[in-house]
């Protein structure tokens, strides 16, 4: 079975700093997809980045980026210039293409920003 | 606007007592998922269903039921046989074609 593994409980980063969260996971699979959720105090679940692994190139979107080694199972987002609004639990998740598209989650990462 | 909407946001109930979550989508995705998640604990799948009338179990099925008759709508029934019923719980549906998964605003049920 596919696991996830975030090891990080909680973070924290200065505000306009950077920093990055780790996430590894374990599968068998060659063709799947990876994500970085965050869900902030309201609870709602927001797709921040996602990383097909047939693509060598990692993914970015404008101040989140992710670090993709796929040899090693591991997917880590950094998020610069960190903004107050960026303090919430991040999940790391996995999907494998081509099944019932479910995912499978990490126990998250609690990130705070301190102004 | 299109998305997915849960009701209520709070549910209390009595222990003993069945319970149903509702959960709609209108962006005509064949797929949906209910998760439950818990204080220090990533979301874990319950039930999913790829396409109305047929759907199955996640890893945590014991203690819950599900249906699927309309694309649009699928209702979580949590039952007394669920030892530990109390937990916020998130529907979530996809297209299937970008594997992104999009989320309601979640229900928090507290049974006592």
């Known amino acids: 079975a596919q696991t996830v593994t975030q090891s990080q409980p909680e973070m924290s980063v200065q505000e306009a700093e950077t920093v990055t969260l780790s996430c590894t996971y374990d599968t068998s699979e060659s063709d799947y997809y990876l994500f970085w959720y965050k869900q902030p105090p309201s609870r709602q679940m927001i797709l921040v980045i996602r990383q097909e692994a047939y693509k060598q190139q990692n993914a970015t979107e404008n101040r989140f980026s992710v670090n993709f080694q796929k040899a090693a199972k591991s997917f880590s987002l950094k998020i610069s210039d960190s903004q107050l609004g960026d303090a919430a639990m991040y999940f790391c998740a996995y999907s494998a293409q081509g099944g019932s598209e479910k995912l499978v989650f990490g126990k998250g990462t609690k990130l705070t920003v301190n102004p | 606007d299109g998305g997915i909407t849960q009701s209520p946001k709070y549910l209390f109930r009595k222990e003993g007592q069945n319970v149903t979550l509702s959960c709609e989508q209108n962006?005509?995705?064949?797929?949906m998922y209910w998760y439950r998640q818990d204080p220090g604990q990533g979301l874990r799948l319950i039930y999913y269903?790829?396409?109305?009338?047929?759907?199955q179990k996640g890893d945590i099925a014991e203690g819950y039921s599900v249906s699927r008759e309309k694309k649009e709508s699928f209702p979580l029934t949590v039952t007394s046989a669920q030892k530990n019923p109390t937990a916020f719980y998130l529907c979530?549906?996809?297209?299937?074609?970008?594997?992104?998964?999009?989320f309601g605003p979640g229900t928090r049920l507290t049974v006592t």
């Open positions: 979530a549906s996809t297209s299937g074609r970008a594997y992104e998964q999009y």
């Open positions: 962006l005509n995705h064949d797929a």
């Open positions: 269903s790829q396409i109305v009338n047929d759907f």
